[in-house]
């Protein structure tokens, strides 16, 4: 079947056709996720694979919010008027005379009965009542890849292969710098570019290349083997268990509470993916001509969330639309010199 992606909406402009000039059928296991991506993000770059330099002064991309991901984060000893979260009395919202009960006693009863009723319609409410348990964090990781970069399909090849394991999260995030060089990647978003800039700039470098697999938010890979992978994921597994994560799920959405002990030495970013499962590609044009690619994992969508200063618990409510899967992470932001970068990732779990 051929898709012509032309026809989704996407806050970023339309997907280039794979029809015309282009060419090339794609077969999609899953929708393509229609949602704002927010460039909160982390990069970084080696030396084995193809390379493009870029100067101090380029810009990241804005950030945009969507409807695809909605979250609202309240801790224990704030949320919306009460420790617990729930909403403040109507009484005192209403002013001390309400709350004493000096406008009559029918008011009053009227004023009691409609701060009931939307305590009771209040889905984040209804949220913050749903059981969570522990979950177990996983090890993120971020292929920079291109669908024009002849250096690429070995790489993503193992991302597909690791995408089967339940320890890690591979994910694979399609720049458009290569685009130029005969075939524009359908999957790739000048955000994700952005991104691995970022985590680059994090690094004191001024290059970035493809393939190129980033761990934890920590380690780089050029051109990553099967045995260097392995490694980097012991090495990160070794690493996690500083933030702990509680999850919990209802048809009002997801409950997530977060914890740290000891503290974060610094604040972190909580971030939303969305990503399709598997796609087919047929590449008729640039330097992979001819090939036929399966594909895992490929982002959509990538949310910043929240902001967590890493002390004090909190708890996020999370609703998610479209049917795509999503994952959850916890990225300590570190100081850049006009703005903050992405720094280790601290934890990372399935919504499901």
């Known amino acids: 079947m051929t898709l012509s992606l032309n026809a989704i909406a996407r806050p970023f402009g339309p997907v280039p ?3 015309g000039a282009q060419g090339g059928a794609v077969r999609l296991a899953a929708s393509f996720v229609s949602a704002a991506l927010v460039a909160t993000a982390v990069g970084l770059m080696p030396m084995s694979a193809q390379a493009q330099e870029f100067g101090p002064s380029a810009s990241s991309a804005p950030a945009a919010a969507g409807p695809a991901t909605a979250a609202r984060a309240a801790g224990p000893a704030e949320g919306l008027g009460g420790p617990d979260g729930a909403r403040a009395p109507m009484r005192e919202l209403m002013g001390p005379q309400a709350a004493r009960g000096s406008v009559g006693t029918e008011v009053g009863e009227l004023l009691r ?50 995408s089967e394991r339940k320890d890690v ?37 001024r290059t970035i290349y493809t393939p190129q697999m980033i761990v934890a938010g920590v380690d780089e890979l050029t051109g990553p083997s099967a045995e260097q992978v392995e490694t980097m994921i012991s090495s990160a597994k070794a690493q996690l268990g500083q933030v702990q994560l509680r999850l919990g799920k209802s048809e009002a959405g997801f409950r997530v509470e977060l914890s740290a002990q000891p503290a974060l030495s610094q604040g972190a970013v909580v971030q939303i993916v969305r990503y399709i499962p598997e796609a087919q590609v047929e590449i008729l044009r640039g330097e992979n001509a001819g090939k036929v690619m399966d594909y895992a994992n490929i ?35 570190i100081s850049g010199r006009k703005k903050a970068l992405p720094g280790p990732i601290k934890a990372a779990i399935r919504l499901q």
């Open 299 to 333: 982002v959509t969508a990538w949310h910043a969330v929240a902001e967590w200063d890493g002390v004090k618990p909190m708890a996020m409510n999370v609703a998610l639309d479209g049917p795509e899967p999503a994952i959850l992470i916890v990225q300590e932001a």
């Open 169 to 205: 999260f591979p994910l694979a995030l399609h720049v458009d710098y290569w685009d130029y060089l005969g075939w524009k990647d359908p999957f790739a978003m000048p955000e994700f570019t952005a991104r691995q800039k970022n985590y680059a700039r994090a690094r004191g470098s």
């Open 17 to 19: 056709a794979f029809s």
């Open 113 to 162: 009965a409609l701060d009931a009723a939307l305590s009771s319609q209040d889905p984040v409410d209804a949220a913050a009542q749903i059981p969570t348990q522990p979950v177990s964090s996983g090890v993120l990781l971020e292929l920079y890849t291109s669908q024009g970069c002849a250096a690429c399909p070995p790489a993503d090849v193992l991302l597909s292969a690791l």
